[in-house]
């Protein structure tokens, strides 16, 4: 059963537009993350969010912008979109409190391509 | 910082045969937690098991792996391999020094195809 919920499934946009995807959790987990999983399937962290602590991957392009209201929810914003930023892009999450080992929980992901 | 080395990027075996797929890592971190994910066709990686204690096997779904600090080593194996096996397997390592600022490093993932 899905817990971690990602809209929209995919996006066709052109090079240059504005972009947000939307990510819920029903997990009650404390801790939210972006990932890129490129063409070539590696994983890379963008961005987790804890107790409204923003932890950014420093590689990651200023034209990406997390958005967190609250624990439950984190959306990703792409200022203006580049080729090479055609990729799915998976949110998850985890809970960290309490000896947590910090299993990660993924949603189903938003393949976004770039024109 | 942190890495994870997965050895090959594609492996292909015969159902019934053994399955092993390499992971090593490398942390400053005396204390990592390893985990293998993994990922079938269409869908989102999930957990398939997990370890952070040295030296003891860890089993799920038929799959198990041990933790060996002394060779930065969390191999994944499983007896006779099965078709549904088929899928993507990523090697991930987790440092807990700093709470609320941790890190989790996946490996480049392993393509493991089962063929009849």
């Known amino acids: 059963e899905t817990a971690v919920f990602q809209t929209p499934n995919y996006h066709v946009t052109q090079v240059g537009n504005e972009v947000s995807f939307n990510c819920k959790q029903t997990l009650g987990h404390d801790t939210m993350y972006w990932y890129k999983q490129d063409s070539k399937k590696l994983l890379k962290i963008m961005f987790s969010?804890?107790?409204?602590?923003?932890?950014v991957n420093e590689t990651v392009p200023r034209r990406f912008s997390p958005q967190s209201s609250d624990k439950a929810h984190l959306n990703l914003r792409i200022k203006s979109v580049e080729p090479e930023d055609s990729a799915v892009y998976l949110c998850?999450?985890?809970?960290?409190?309490?000896?947590?080992?910090?299993?990660?929980?993924f949603g189903a992901g938003t393949r976004l391509s770039v024109l | 910082g942190d890495s994870v080395t997965q050895t090959e990027g594609l492996v292909t075996l015969t159902e019934g045969l053994p399955v092993m797929l390499n992971c090593t890592y490398q942390?400053?971190?005396?204390?990592?937690?390893l985990f293998w994910y993994v990922q079938h066709l269409n869908e989102s990686p999930r957990l398939l098991l997990k370890?952070?204690?040295?030296?003891k096997r860890t089993e799920h779904q038929g799959f198990h792996a041990t933790l060996h600090k002394s060779s930065s080593s969390f191999h994944l194996q499983k007896s006779s391999a099965q078709l549904s096996d088929s899928a993507l397997y990523y090697c991930a390592l987790s440092d807990r020094v700093y709470y609320g600022n941790e890190k989790i490093t996946f490996g480049a993932g392993t393509k493991l195809t089962i063929k009849p």
């Open positions: 998850a999450s985890s809970y960290r409190g309490g000896g947590s080992q910090n299993t990660l929980y």
């Open positions: 969010y804890n107790n409204k602590q923003l932890i």
């Open positions: 370890s952070f204690t040295d030296n």
């Open positions: 942390t400053i971190y005396s204390n990592p937690f």
